[in-house]
């Protein structure tokens, strides 16, 4: 079996086949037969898990398993304790209340790498980072989530699936493990 981790970088699409004009995965030299785990929104970045091994991807994409998903979330304005309150008790999205996540405000900018397209800054409007996560992976949820409490997201990077992270490794590259254990 084969695993790999990749750092998705910005403007970059979770799957093999360009798409209008759009970088993908093709575009990074993986081995062959091996295929996304879930998928990782085109304006966001970070950690995506390849494999061929259906079994590890099952576990980690079917929501019975409510394996956690964390991210760093830049968003416009400083939230109130209120509003991540409503974040760990969840936001209805789309009809639907999300499940509750464990969320933190970040006392300082995180030390990331520099992203390929600088987020669009308004000289009135301050930006905090936060911590989330979640325990499902809906469609752009995420972003959904904070916009429903008044907090758009500017930049979004994935950091860990379960207790799989990205450690060190830069946007654009990617290296092999043995093995995952869930």
């Not at 964390?70 to 639907?96: A, C, D, F």
């Not at 379960?162 to 254990?181: A, F, V």
Request: glycine share 6%; net charge positive.
């Amino acid at each position: 079996m084969m695993y790999i981790l990749f750092n998705k970088p910005y403007a970059v699409l979770s799957q093999f086949m360009p798409e209008g004009g759009k970088q993908s995965l093709q575009d990074f030299d993986f081995p062959k037969n091996v295929y996304p785990v879930g998928r990782l929104d085109y304006d966001s970045e970070g950690l995506l898990l390849l494999t061929d091994d259906n079994q590890i991807k099952h576990k980690l994409t079917d929501p019975k398993f409510k394996l956690p998903k964390t991210y760093l979330v830049q968003i416009e304005r400083i939230p109130s304790e209120e509003s991540l309150q409503k974040l760990r008790k969840g936001v209805v999205i789309e009809g639907r209340e999300t499940r509750p996540a464990e969320v933190r405000l970040l006392e300082k900018d995180p030390d990331l790498p520099l992203r390929s397209v600088p987020i669009r800054i308004r000289k009135n409007v301050p930006t905090a980072w936060i911590e989330l996560t979640i325990r499902e992976g809906r469609n752009r949820q995420v972003r959904k989530m904070t916009a429903a409490v008044g907090h758009p997201t500017l930049r979004l990077v994935r950091l860990k699936i379960g207790d799989i992270s990205l450690d060190e490794l830069q946007p654009g590259h990617w290296k092999s493990i043995e093995k995952i254990t869930l």
